[in-house]
Every structure is written in structure tokens, then in C-alpha cells.
């Protein structure tokens, strides 16, 4: 069954530094993944999504992708206290309708 | 305004008895999800309907039985509640299928007695 590995399990930044957040897929089929952050209390919101090989910046976040090695990387540049949250990385499993998560990363931003 | 709107928030019930988890979309998606999360597990994918069909059930027990009246409608029924199925559960959206970017709503927050 397919999982979906996120690394690091915790995470502790101070207020303007980076954060780089990891996630590789078992199912050699996948080609995209989705990045979805969820706050204490509230559902997951997806953040970002990447389809293609290389890098995608959205303002404060960059995300990387390796299809080759099934990897997609995270990146928080200049971190807030309001960035602090569980980070969710998802990829489609192959024949199905699924979608998998990983276990998360959470992120703590300190002021 | 919620576009997708999950009935109760918070709901307690004793072991072995049944409950309705509600959810309805306005985003005029045409799938729709159930998740499933607890401390001691990830965001566990439950089912997946695409214009009122199952697509995909990855619940091993029968307890678990979705219901859908209605295009933007996709009820979940847990009858002979356990202790174990005490979690907070998650009903998504998207506009089709697995490809989309999919929209949760705030769930509900079940405990089991």
C-alpha cells in the first residue's frame, strides 16, 4: 500500500528564518503531489501543488520537485508566527480514486 | 459564507449506538470525500463519490456506510460505535476527481464513550 514519508516529524524555527520540509511518495507511478497546511482546530487548506519537475514560488513558499526520486521539498522563507501549523503532503495513489497524506510536519515559528 | 457545511461539530456518543455525520458542499463539485484523523493516526482516506457514485471505499468494516440524496450531498453512517472510531472527521470536495484540489470542510469531532 502506498505511503506518502514526511520528514521532519517536528519542527522549530525562529521568526524570519527558513523552514524546509520534506515528503517522498512509495508509489514509483506518482507525478504530483499537493502541500495542504492545517492550524490547531481547523481542517487542511491546500497550500500548494506541483506537477512538474523543478520549482514553484508562491510568495514566502517554494516547492521542489524530483519525479525521478518521488520527492517534493517545501520551503518557508522568512517565516511568521502565523506559519506555525501541521504540514500535510499528499499524493494521488495509482488506480484508484484515493488520495494519500502523509503523517505531517509541525511547524513552530517562534516570535 | 461556508461553502461546505458539516453537521454536528462536536458529537458524543456511547458505544454501540449509530450516528449521521452530515455534510453538504456549495462549490459545485461534482466529487466528494470522507477523511478520517486522530492523534494517533494521518489524515486516514475513507471513501470518494464522483455524481452521487462510489469510486473508492478504503474502510475495511461495513460500520461505515456513505449516503448520498443529493449531488452536493454525502452523509456518513457509523452504526455499532467503538471506542476506536473516535476521531474528527473530515467531508472534502472537488471539482473531479483525484487530479483537483480538494476542500474540506471543518469537520466533526466524534467521541465514542
Known amino acids: 500500500q502506498q505511503k506518502v514519508q514526511q520528514s521532519p516529524e517536528s519542527l522549530i524555527v525562529p521568526e524570519g528564518g527558513m523552514a524546509s520540509l520534506n515528503c517522498t511518495s512509495s508509489d514509483r507511478n506518482v507525478d504530483y503531489f499537493w502541500w495542504y497546511r492545517q492550524h490547531s482546530g481547523k481542517s487542511p487548506k491546500m497550500l500548494m501543488?506541483?506537477?512538474?519537475?523543478g520549482e514553484k514560488e508562491e510568495g514566502r513558499f517554494t516547492v521542489h520537485l524530483n519525479k525521478a526520486s518521488l520527492h517534493t521539498s517545501l520551503h518557508i522563507r522568512d517565516s511568521q508566527p502565523s506559519d506555525s501549523a501541521l504540514y500535510l503532503c499528499a499524493a494521488p495513489a495509482s488506480n484508484t480514486d484515493k488520495v494519500v497524506f502523509g503523517t505531517g510536519t509541525r511547524l513552530q515559528v517562534l516570535p | 459564507d461556508p461553502k461546505i457545511i458539516q453537521k454536528p461539530k462536536y458529537l458524543v456518543a456511547v458505544t454501540g449506538s449509530e450516528k449521521i455525520l452530515i455534510c453538504e458542499q456549495y462549490?459545485?463539485?461534482?466529487?466528494m470525500y470522507w477523511y478520517r484523523q486522530s492523534a494517533k493516526k494521518p489524515l486516514e482516506f475513507m471513501f470518494s463519490?464522483?455524481?452521487?457514485?462510489?469510486?473508492d471505499n478504503q474502510t475495511a468494516s461495513s460500520r461505515f456506510q456513505p449516503q448520498s440524496s443529493k449531488k452536493n450531498h454525502l452523509d456518513l453512517q457509523i452504526t455499532a460505535l467503538k471506542p476506536d472510531d473516535s476521531a474528527t472527521y473530515f467531508c472534502?470536495?472537488?471539482?473531479?476527481?483525484?487530479?483537483?484540489?480538494?476542500?474540506f470542510g471543518p469537520g466533526t469531532r466524534l467521541t465514542v464513550l
Open positions: 463519490y464522483s455524481y452521487q457514485k462510489l469510486m
Open positions: 472534502a470536495s472537488s471539482q473531479e476527481g483525484q487530479a483537483y484540489e480538494q476542500y
Open positions: 501543488s506541483i506537477f512538474s519537475n
Open positions: 462549490l459545485g463539485h461534482n466529487a
